[in-house]
């Protein structure tokens, strides 16, 4: 897969962008807030319809649109997928909600019809490297979520879908349980919720499942050639409701070894989540929340056996999360047999000189990649050679000649 063409209006910095889009590697060169994390930015949010710096989509919108009664703003990529071009188009439109005020609704098109954004996440695959993305490892358990939830969704059809109303009728089953202990009331008014809950927590948990043991699979393999064979990275996955029975006696301890659930079918994750969800009601209502499920999961990585989240050096966190996102583009490419393009912000500044060479050598085995950069002595003569560069400067691009 790749980008031929990419389209900005009122985007952030870019009142007006159209521009061709090299195949190979493009340098986007310039300085700080011009607008190249932006460019990037609008590209990830096409292949995942979440931004990684917005709170809300209000804030994509360019500020000085946003002072019409009516602003649009619309991002468009045209890319080559396997033997056929598709266009894909997000609008963000912001119009008077008749108070006063003002509302945005979204609109995506695929080829240029309206399409539901569950059924088009992963259409365009991109793989996103951000230096704050260390805050994978070193955040708390929900930043690991999201990258698990991102990286996912673009390979598994149905995910977005199901983590979508999960995540609708756990708002909906916390208010009930919060009514129930405030109130009183019939408790079998969960069971509609729970269903939901339920079949839809067991699509994401059986996903999670075999998502990250793929993941790690090649995350080993390319840990080991950053680390000269020296550490070993496994990662943990630790289900709020697990399917894996815990024998009795068995106390937790911090470091834990891999464990296999990948024999579960979505039916026995689904019937053990509901009989967890049913054990621990009494608990539920009178704490008003909902204490189980795939909105508590977490994930681990170790290093030879060492927890990274809490004892990994910067070194080591920089390199695990450089493996991560390797493996995430492998992974994707397996999963869609697409290579997903590469978006970088800055990454190479991060490194050291060893995993710079790394990371250089392979992104010229993929198909296409996307680096923002303010300093040029990052790269090498003969790798700067084989790249078109762009001059971006107050939302404005100009393409360099060689």
Request: glycine letters at 6%; hydrophobic letters at 40%.
């Amino acid at each position: 897969m790749y980008l031929t063409h990419i389209s900005l209006t009122n985007f952030r910095l870019f009142s007006r962008l159209d521009m061709d889009v090299p195949r190979r590697i493009l340098l986007l060169l310039g300085s700080n807030a011009q607008g190249k994390t932006s460019l990037l930015e609008a590209l990830y949010y096409l292949a995942t319809f979440t931004s990684f710096h917005a709170q809300s989509d209000r804030q994509l919108l360019n500020f000085i649109a946003t002072r019409e009664s009516l602003s649009v703003a619309r991002l468009v990529a045209i890319y080559q997928r396997g033997d056929r071009q598709h266009r894909l188009e997000a609008r963000l439109i912001q119009d008077s909600n008749g108070n006063g005020g003002s509302r945005l609704r979204k609109e995506v098109l695929l080829d240029g019809v309206k399409t539901p954004i569950n059924q088009v996440v992963g259409h365009f695959n991109a793989v996103i490297f951000l230096p704050q993305m260390i805050k994978i490892l070193e955040g708390g358990p929900e930043e690991r979520r999201r990258y698990l939830n991102l990286a996912i969704a673009q390979a598994d059809p149905f995910f977005t879908q199901a983590l979508s109303e999960y995540n609708q009728a756990l708002t909906q089953r916390n208010a009930l349980l919060k009514m129930l202990d405030e109130r009183g009331g019939d408790s079998s008014q969960l069971e509609y919720w729970d269903e939901i809950l339920t079949s839809r927590g067991a699509r994401i948990v059986h996903s999670r499942i075999r998502s990250i043991q793929e993941i790690e699979q090649i995350a080993i393999r390319i840990h080991e050639r950053l680390t000269g064979s020296t550490e070993i990275i496994r990662l943990l996955y630790q289900p709020s409701y697990d399917p894996l029975p815990k024998p009795e006696g068995q106390f937790t301890f911090p470091i834990q070894t891999t464990v296999q659930r990948d024999g579960f079918t979505l039916n026995q994750i689904q019937q053990g989540f509901s009989a967890k969800l049913a054990e621990v009601r009494a608990e539920e209502i009178s704490r008003g929340v909902t204490t189980i499920g795939p909105h508590r999961d977490e994930l681990r990585v170790q290093s030879n056996g060492i927890d990274l989240t809490d004892f990994g050096s910067r070194g080591q966190l920089r390199t695990a999360i450089l493996s991560l996102k390797l493996a995430e583009v492998d992974w994707l490419k397996q999963k869609t047999t697409q290579w997903p393009v590469l978006l970088l912000d800055e990454t190479l500044a991060e490194l050291d000189v060893k995993r710079r060479r790394f990371l250089l050598a392979y992104l010229e085995g993929a198909e296409q990649a996307l680096l923002t950069t303010t300093d040029m002595n990052l790269f090498p003569p003969g790798f700067v050679d084989k790249c078109e560069r762009w001059q971006i400067a107050s939302g404005s691009v100009e393409k360099l000649k060689d």
